[in-house]
């Protein structure tokens, strides 16, 4: 069976809201979030950025929100509306049912937040139960440690190394491949759903299991 190509469609949660990127509705909000230069490093392990003026920033926002592949969403505070974050689905292979998570863009405010682990899930959720796709990727540059350990905590296998997998910003990319297949989602779908319930926080927002 071939998995369906995803759509421009909004995917809401109890914390967050993700929907495809609009320049004029979301610049103002990550602009203070995630460009200038006091936000340069966010874009490290980033193909594109940083992005040092707002003019700049609108126009890479523009870029990515004229592809289908990668399909960038934005990632909103379900409560405000506020844009922190972005992400995408890309290297989309309906024929055999595999597609990738990648062009993850945190805001401080957005990381290790509730909000950022339900982006996953969602998009997990849609991948593997409304397109039916049988892989779901991540992958990161080997030295970018913090995205993979997310990786892992969100519930995504480690494969291995791939030696200079690709060049980013003129220099050589070993990567980490990490995959979760559509067999392990009731297990981790049930991890992401106990973890997100609100028992699981305390009245300072602080969780009281780690999601495992």
């Known amino acids: 069976m071939i998995a369906r190509q995803p759509e421009r469609i909004p995917?809401?949660?109890?914390?967050?809201?993700?929907?495809?990127?609009?320049?004029?509705?979301?610049?103002?909000?990550?602009?203070?979030?995630?460009?200038?230069?006091?936000?340069a490093a966010l874009w490290t392990w980033m193909p594109d950025g940083p992005y040092l003026s707002k003019a700049d920033l609108e126009a890479g926002l523009r870029a990515k929100a004229s592809t289908a592949d990668p399909l960038f969403f934005s990632i909103l505070d379900a409560p405000s509306g506020q844009a922190l974050g972005l992400a995408s689905l890309m290297r989309i292979d309906p024929k055999h049912g595999v597609i990738e998570v990648g062009g993850i863009m945190y805001s401080p405010e957005l990381q290790r937040s509730r909000i950022a682990t339900e982006a996953i899930y969602l998009l997990a959720s849609y991948i593997f139960e409304s397109l039916g796709y049988r892989r779901y990727e991540w992958k990161c540059n080997s030295l970018n440690w913090p995205s993979r350990r997310a990786a892992q905590r969100l519930g995504f296998q480690f494969e291995g190394i791939f030696r200079q997998h690709m060049m980013l910003k003129g220099k050589n990319r070993d990567t980490a491949w990490f995959s979760m297949l559509d067999s392990e989602w009731p297990a981790r779908k049930a991890a992401f759903r106990k973890w997100l319930h609100p028992d699981n926080f305390d009245a300072a927002g602080n969780q009281l299991s780690p999601l495992a």
Not at 25 to 32: A, G, Q, R, T, Y
């Open 11 to 39: 995917l809401a949660g109890r914390y967050a809201t993700l929907i495809p990127v609009d320049p004029s509705l979301h610049v103002e909000d990550l602009w203070p979030r995630v460009g200038g230069e006091e936000h």
